[in-house]
Structures are given as structure tokens and as C-alpha cells.
């Protein structure tokens, strides 16, 4: 049982490159969820899914979009990186919402120069 | 606008002594207040969570304490080992699919 999975692990972007940040869950879980995790500022959301088909920002949701592309997918994208991108990437998912047990993957840790 | 405040920010304790986190929050219709334990290099999971129709609820070392009235809630963590030292975060949440709200995150270092 792989729980979340994220992929790649570890990348260096260019400024003003653009890349996707992959994940996957097989626990059937109705919600994901993009947060960023700088040094100080905690678990900040980006961008979540609270169902298929449907996306919603958070608090932090300017330079990113998302796909939910199917129940298990959800992807973060990147289309001009900055230096203040650079941060350690985490996708999670839940069954229902907040109320329920959040599934974190391992992260991604991106820095842009 | 936080509205999960923690701290502190960072924490000592020697091994075999007690760990305190504690969290504030401001919406009153918060109905269910995890923690959360995070490694490094890895990435945060659930340790024990809670709901406002009780003030208690222990999990082995692990204790949260919860105050409705203050709108506060704290981690206790009894005889801290080296193996506890991790970040820990506070979290809430009040209805429906929204998402989790976290604190800042605290920081603990056992020492021997």
C-alpha cells in the first residue's frame, strides 16, 4: 500500500521554467491538497481538490495551477518558476474534507536559481 | 489572518521530562483539533486528535488538552525520549470539505 505518492523528490529549476509536480494516491480518498512548507511559515496550502472535478485555492495560490486530472491524480504546476518558489512541496489527501485523516506524501524539495 | 496560532516556536526538554505545545484559535465553529508529527525528510502524520465534547483525550505518552471556554488546545508529550524530537503541528478544521487549518509548527529537541 503506497499511500501518496510524489514525484520527483528533489529538483532545481532556472527561473522562469515551468514544471508539474506529480501525485498519486490509492487510498479511494475524495480530497487532495498542495501545501508548501518554508522554514517559520509552517504548512501553507496552495491549491486543494475537495472532490473529483473540482479545485479550490488557499492561502498561498499565486504562480500555481492544478489538475485534478482523475480520483487519484492531482498535479501542481509551475509555469514560471521564481526564487521564492524554493520550498519543500507536499501533497496530501483525506476521505472527505479536513474532518478526516490527511495522508501525506514524502514531498518535494524545489529550489529555483 | 492565522487563525491557529502556536508555540512556541521551538522546545527543549530533557529526556524524561514533559513536553507542552500549546495552540489558540479564533473561529468558534472549529469542531475537530488534530495533531500532527512530522520527521525529517519526511512528511507530517497524524499523532492524536480531538473533538470539543471532550477536555482529555490521551494516547499512551501523548496527551491533548482542550479548552472551549479559552479557545486554546495544548500537546502534553510525558516522558520525552530523543525519539519525540520532531516538529509538531497543531491543526483545525469546521465543516464540509475544508480543508485543514495548521499552526506555524513547533520544534522539539529531546536531549539526553
Known amino acids: 500500500n503506497a499511500g501518496v505518492t510524489q514525484t520527483p523528490k528533489f529538483q532545481v529549476l532556472k527561473t522562469g521554467q515551468s514544471m508539474t509536480l506529480q501525485c498519486a494516491q490509492d487510498?479511494?480518498?475524495?480530497?487532495m491538497y498542495w501545501y508548501r512548507q518554508d522554514p517559520g511559515m509552517g504548512l501553507r496550502l496552495i491549491y486543494y481538490s475537495a472532490s473529483e472535478g473540482t479545485t479550490d485555492k488557499g492561502e498561498v495560490p499565486n504562480g500555481y495551477n492544478v489538475s485534478r486530472l482523475n480520483k487519484r491524480e492531482f498535479s501542481l504546476r509551475l509555469e514560471s518558476a521564481a526564487p521564492s518558489q524554493t520550498s519543500v512541496y507536499f501533497c496530501?489527501?483525506?476521505?472527505?474534507?479536513?474532518?478526516?485523516?490527511?495522508?501525506f506524501g514524502q514531498g518535494t524539495r524545489l529550489t529555483v536559481v | 489572518q492565522q487563525q491557529v496560532k502556536q508555540s512556541p516556536q521551538s522546545l527543549i526538554v530533557q529526556k524524561g521530562g514533559i513536553s507542552i505545545i500549546n495552540c489558540a484559535y479564533e473561529n468558534t465553529a472549529f469542531d475537530y483539533f488534530p495533531w500532527y508529527q512530522q520527521f525529517p525528510g519526511k512528511g507530517p502524520a497524524l499523532l492524536i486528535a480531538i473533538r470539543p465534547d471532550v477536555s482529555e483525550k490521551k494516547e499512551g505518552r501523548f496527551t491533548i488538552s482542550f479548552n472551549k471556554s479559552a479557545k486554546q488546545f495544548s500537546l502534553h508529550i510525558m516522558d520525552s525520549q530523543p525519539g519525540d524530537s520532531a516538529t509538531y503541528f497543531c491543526a483545525a478544521y469546521y465543516s464540509g470539505n475544508t480543508p485543514l487549518v495548521f499552526g506555524k509548527g513547533t520544534r522539539l529537541s529531546v536531549i539526553a
Open positions: 496530501a489527501s483525506s476521505e472527505v474534507g479536513g474532518g478526516t485523516e490527511a495522508f
Open positions: 487510498m479511494n480518498h475524495n480530497s
